[in-house]
T-cell receptor
Framework: EDQVTQSPEALRLQEGESSSLNCSYTVSGLRGLFWYRQDPGKGPEFLFT???AGEEKEKERLKATLTKKESFLHITAPKPEDSATYLCAVQAGGATNKLIFGTGTLLAVQP | EPEVTQTPSHQVTQMGQEVILRCVPISNHLYFYWYRQILGQKVEFLVS????????KSEIFDDQFSVERPDGSNFTLKIRSTKLEDSAMYFC???????????????FGAGTRLSVL
């Protein structure tokens, strides 16, 4: 069964304290891995998509990487405005278009 | 910047009533989706829709649910007889027309919070 597991469930950082979020996946023929940001009461906001092992994408303080079993979202020198839930989702191979989400990591960055 | 628009933002209904959740996808997108998120749980896929028909649905999407694209801009989710366990945040998403990597991204609306009393 296709599955996505994210860790940690929650992470509290001081402003400027870099860290990484993990997304482990089991999927039949990965077509794409997606990172989204979700603020309270809002919909997921697209951040990155990765398609093959070794791929990396960067945007401001965020960098996403992908291996054959997991993805990391690295946050460098975070600011309070980076506080949100970060969701990882995978799209399996074949005819499916659905995204399978993990439970997310709730990030709190304190000033 | 184009965005997916959902209305209403909050819908309160009595158990057994019908509700229709509305979505306006991004204008040139051709693939449409509904997901739901029960409070504190994962975002779960419900249904995908392309070329005026359902292309995929989950076990959650039973006979009580239906989707429709009544005109060129709206995409709706109907729940015929709501149950308490239908209370959740419902997200609409849309995706671009092609198969290229940048067109494979699903963009989500802000959601409709459905409260069944």
């Amino acid at each position: 069964e296709d599955q996505v597991t994210q860790s940690p469930e929650a992470l509290r950082l001081q402003e400027g304290e870099s860290s990484s979020l993990n997304c482990s996946y089991t999927v039949s023929g990965l077509r794409g891995l997606f990172w989204y940001r979700q603020d309270p009461g809002k919909g997921p906001e697209f951040l990155f998509t990765l398609y093959s092992a070794g791929e990396e994408k960067e945007k401001e303080r965020l960098k996403a990487t992908l291996t054959k079993k997991e993805s990391f979202l690295h946050i460098t020198a975070p600011k309070p405005e980076d506080s949100a839930t970060y969701l990882c989702a995978v799209q399996a191979g074949g005819a499916t278009n659905k995204l399978i989400f993990g439970t997310g990591t709730l990030l709190a960055v304190q000033p | 910047e184009p965005e997916v628009t959902q209305t209403p933002s909050h819908q309160v209904t009595q158990m057994g009533q019908e509700v229709i959740l509305r979505c306006v996808p991004i204008s040139n997108h051709l693939y449409f989706y509904w997901y739901r998120q029960i409070l504190g749980q994962k975002v779960e896929f419900l249904v995908s829709f392309y070329n005026n028909e359902i292309s995929e649905k989950s076990e959650i999407f039973d006979d009580q649910f239906s989707v429709e694209r009544p005109d060129g801009s709206n995409f709706t989710l109907k729940i015929r007889s709501t149950k308490l366990e239908d209370s959740a945040m419902y997200f609409c998403a849309s995706r671009g027309p092609g198969q290229g990597s940048w067109e494979n991204i699903q963009y989500f609306g802000a959601g409709t919070r459905l409260s069944v009393l």
